[in-house]
């Protein structure tokens, strides 16, 4: 600011941000931001005409901020060392994470294109090497390449902000040791993987992918509830989802879905209940099949991705289940035997042990699970968007898999294929 003292009207923003330090999902309240400011909720229509011109004037901060450290990022890099540069990134995230999950609230279809074309300001753009204009992938790898980071960051960031500030962290915050160790264990992932070197032919993928499609053969269709939860997350976006707008979809009053379920909390559940439930108990019985633990790893990826392929219609509704406050999703295992079961599954898998550079995760084993289920989901949400072919979307699966062995630098890894 150029001034000593911050305005009100900038004093109003900031409140607004700080609503989102946690939790992306937040209710965002005039009075709460009022009662933070310290003056009337009346008073900040003086400033804002409307709850949406604030929310706008937060959106065109978070985009130019973004550019502009995203621009100053591009400038470096073919200088710079390739953990610094994701430590910087990493670091910006857990320090601004309040614009991180302002952004998640405010997007229609969580996909990283939308955020790319709001950042653009200028005719030349940083990124118009991977996406022009009009939206079109100019390196499909690179494109993937970069899901995968934003997905991951985005997993474990979330985790790391939503631990620092509840019991997780004994009621405290985290001290700058700790989120250093935070910073430092994660980027090494991000660049390193787990460090191993990947043994599985491409033809042995593929022969995984065929047994993971067929487990999903007899699969019911959809609950017509879930579908329209689904459907109206995919038209309302991830935070404006409502009981009315899932009733509007099923065409029914909104009192007469509550006598199905008492609130949103419990189509949660019946989330949980249904299509997760269905997917665990796939993981688990596709897990066994397979001895050697890189192929174990694979077949939980491709289990799901195959899952999703199958039935697109629950796509955005299960990606936006993992952003919701959590504690019924937690419960999960104590509730459904399938989920507890995932969850010692991974936990027998070497990358989510937690030491070496997984050692960043206070709650290992739930964590884990989220970065399995979210990864094939965001790449998905992707491949839809852009009308990508099946194979596409394997070869896709396959490069994501490199990166969770050997890094964000995989091209190493592939040249077994």
């Not at 910087?88 to 999950?101: E, F, K, L, P, S």
């Not at 302002?102 to 990124?127: A, G, P, V, W």
Request: glycine share 4%; proline share 1%; hydrophobic share 40%.
């Amino acid at each position: 600011m150029d001034t000593e003292e911050k305005s009100t009207k900038d004093k109003i923003i900031d409140a607004a941000f700080s609503l989102f330090e946690v939790n992306a999902f937040t209710k965002f309240s005039l009075s709460k931001i009022a009662k933070k400011v310290g003056i009337s909720k009346a008073a900040i229509y003086r400033h804002f005409a409307s709850k949406e011109e604030l929310l706008n004037s937060m959106k065109e901060i978070v985009y130019e901020k973004l550019y502009s450290f995203f621009k100053e990022i591009s400038a470096v890099t073919l200088n710079d060392n390739l953990k610094e540069i994701t430590k910087t990134v990493v670091r910006y995230m857990v320090d601004y994470g309040n614009y991180m999950n302002f952004y998640i609230r405010n997007t229609i279809d969580f996909s990283q294109d939308d955020l790319i074309q709001n950042m653009r300001k200028n005719d030349e753009c940083i990124f118009d090497s991977f996406i022009d204009k009009d939206g079109n992938i100019l390196k499909i790898d690179f494109y993937f390449k970069n899901l995968f980071i934003i997905g991951a960051l985005l997993i474990f960031v979330n985790s790391f902000l939503k631990s620092e500030s509840s019991g997780e962290s004994g009621g405290k915050g985290k001290t700058e040791a700790e989120k250093e160790k935070f910073i430092e264990n994660l980027s090494d992932f991000m660049v390193n993987g787990i460090g191993e070197r990947h043994t599985l032919s491409a033809d042995r993928m593929n022969e995984i992918d065929e047994i993971c499609r067929k487990s999903l053969e007899n699969f019911d269709e959809p609950d017509r509830v879930v579908l329209a939860l689904s459907s109206a997350v995919r038209k309302n976006g991830f935070f404006n989802t409502t009981v009315e707008s899932i009733a509007n979809e099923l065409g029914m009053a909104k009192s007469s879905l509550y006598s199905w379920f008492d609130n949103l909390g419990q189509l949660k559940l019946k989330i949980i209940e249904g299509e997760f439930e269905n997917i665990f108990k796939t993981f688990v019985a596709n897990y066994v099949l397979f001895e050697a633990e890189d192929e174990r790893l694979y077949a939980l990826l491709s289990t799901e991705f195959s899952y999703f392929i199958k039935r697109r219609e629950v796509l955005d509704l299960c990606i936006w289940v993992q952003f919701q406050d959590p504690p019924d999703l937690k419960a999960a295992d104590v509730k459904f035997k399938n989920a507890k079961q995932f969850k010692q599954l991974i936990n027998e898998i070497p990358l989510f042990k937690k030491n070496g550079s997984m050692d960043f995760m206070d709650d290992d084993s739930y964590t884990s699970m989220i970065f399995i289920i979210f990864i094939p989901l965001f790449i998905l949400l992707h491949g839809r968007l852009h009308e990508f072919k099946d194979e596409v979307l394997y070869e896709a699966l396959k490069n994501i898999f490199y990166m969770i062995l050997g890094g964000v630098d995989y091209e190493t890894l592939s040249e077994n294929r």
